[in-house]
């Protein structure tokens, strides 16, 4: 009797699998461009794990946004990153364990983003959190770190108070690679708040179904023959 009940599953599985249409699923991708206006607060104090949230001594952050980036979307949930902040350094904040800095402070950084939103969308689509990494150039107008190459590791997270707007939220650190990685003037703490929107591709909802290379699906063509007939 278990045989027979068991053949009998197997040919309503097959029978079900044979009657779906073919179709090929798309890789889910969110988005095409995402364009981000911040407001940045840097944390150049010196200090690596004292006063990182001195906010009165240590932040340096402007009162406009004062930091753009251009993500290019590609395929399960990588991402590049381009950024540029600036900002302005003011005499009586905590650089370096000085308090005697001010002027320029500029960067610009390339960063590979991983999203963690790939593993679980189409599920709560509002929340995407990431991870960012890369490398970068810092120039400040005074002290000994004026030229700067950087690596740079991070992570955030977006919230998409539409499909195409959202507010994202971003924590940097950014290592000055010479003399070494640790012990160097050129480390600081990034940390920014803005805006973010996504430019989608061209939707299709169908996956490879609905393309025009199928161009069966999409109409007959009527061919003369021969004899001139239709």
Known sequence: MSKVFLSFILIVICSTGMAQPYKTLKVYKPYKWMIGVHWAAIDDNGSKFERLFDVNQSWNVLAYPSRVTVDKYFKFGWSMEGALTYTQYKSGKLINDSTHFSGTFFSFDVLGKYSFYHTYAPRARWIDPYLTFGVGYTYREQGS??????????????????????????????????????????????????????????????????????????????????GGGQ
């Open 145 to 226: 770190a004026q030229h700067a190459p950087m690596v740079v590791a991070g992570g955030g997270v977006n919230f998409f108070l539409l499909p195409f707007l959202g507010i994202q939220l971003r924590s940097t650190a950014k290592f000055g690679v010479y003399p070494g990685i640790w012990e160097t003037p050129e480390n600081y703490l990034e940390y920014t708040a803005g805006i973010v929107y996504r430019i989608r591709g061209k939707k299709n909802t169908n996956g490879d179904f609905s393309r025009r290379k199928n161009k069966w699906i999409h109409g007959n063509k009527r061919y003369k023959d021969k």
